[in-house]
Structures are given as structure tokens and as C-alpha cells.
């Protein structure tokens, strides 16, 4: 059996604007994600100051951010498990949404959000930096 690659896309401006209500409306406290999002990154990544982000979907129905910085590797320590890792802006993003979307489902039970964590996996186990990603968050 073969699998289809999952395939990350940018979502237009226009989208953006209901990007959190669309994937996560049902779930508890979504509307924080965004900014618990870039905390994390600003808790786990010292070179990381701030800036645009991605919204991106998933063809599996997932969706992500990732920090829109260009090409260069970010160090990213998770103080939690002492692992650190070299990643792109978007498996950065992938890695640091991973981690909310795990905590925020334990707190809320949501299934959606479980699912949403699932599908981002799938993505994230098929991503170039799948074991920089994976040693960071377990």
C-alpha cells in the first residue's frame, strides 16, 4: 500500500482571517492559539523575534503555522525533555503547533483537536526534517 504525500498549502489572505475559526472553531479556548503558538516559539527559539506567519492546510484537512523567515535553520530547545534541534521556519512551526495542539487536547479532551494532532503527524512523519521534529518534541 502507498501512500499519497500530504501536501502543505498557503491559505490566501482572505483566509487567513477565519483560518482559527474554520479548523479549530469548536474547540476550547482557540482563539488563543495564535498567541500561545508564539510564545512557545519565543520560550524554545532565542534567534526568534517575532514576525509573519504562514497559515498552511493540509491535503489529510490538518492545518498549521509556521513563522515566514526564509530558508535558514532556527535552534529550537525544548527545556521540557533537554532535546534541541535544527529546523526550517516551517518544520519549526510544524514541531511548535504539535506541542500546543497535544497540550491543548489533554486540557480540552476535543476530539476535533486530536484529530487535527493526528493529521498534522501524518504530515510531520513525511516532512525532510521528520527526525529533528520528532527528537524535539518527544
Known amino acids: 500500500m502507498t501512500l499519497e504525500p500530504l501536501i502543505a498549502t498557503p491559505v ?3 483566509q487567513r482571517t477565519h483560518f482559527w475559526q474554520t479548523h479549530f472553531g469548536t474547540v476550547e479556548g482557540f482563539a488563543t492559539f495564535e498567541v500561545v503558538i508564539f510564545t512557545i516559539m519565543g520560550q524554545f527559539c532565542e534567534e526568534y523575534t517575532g514576525g509573519y506567519w504562514e497559515c498552511c492546510t493540509l491535503t489529510n484537512g490538518g492545518a498549521f ?3 515566514d523567515l526564509g530558508p535558514e535553520k532556527l535552534t529550537l530547545f525544548n527545556m521540557h525533555n533537554g532535546n534541541e534541534a535544527k529546523l526550517n521556519p516551517e518544520a519549526a512551526g510544524v514541531a511548535v503547533c504539535l506541542m500546543l495542539y497535544s497540550m491543548w487536547s489533554f486540557r480540552t479532551e476535543s476530539e ?8 498534522l503527524r501524518d504530515y510531520a512523519i513525511q516532512h525532510p526534517e521528520s527526525s529533528a521534529i520528532f527528537h524535539l518534541i518527544d
Not at 112 to 119: C, I, K, S, T
Open 112 to 119: 476535533l483537536l486530536v484529530e487535527r494532532f493526528y493529521q
Open 12 to 14: 490566501s489572505s482572505h
Open 65 to 67: 503555522i509556521y513563522p
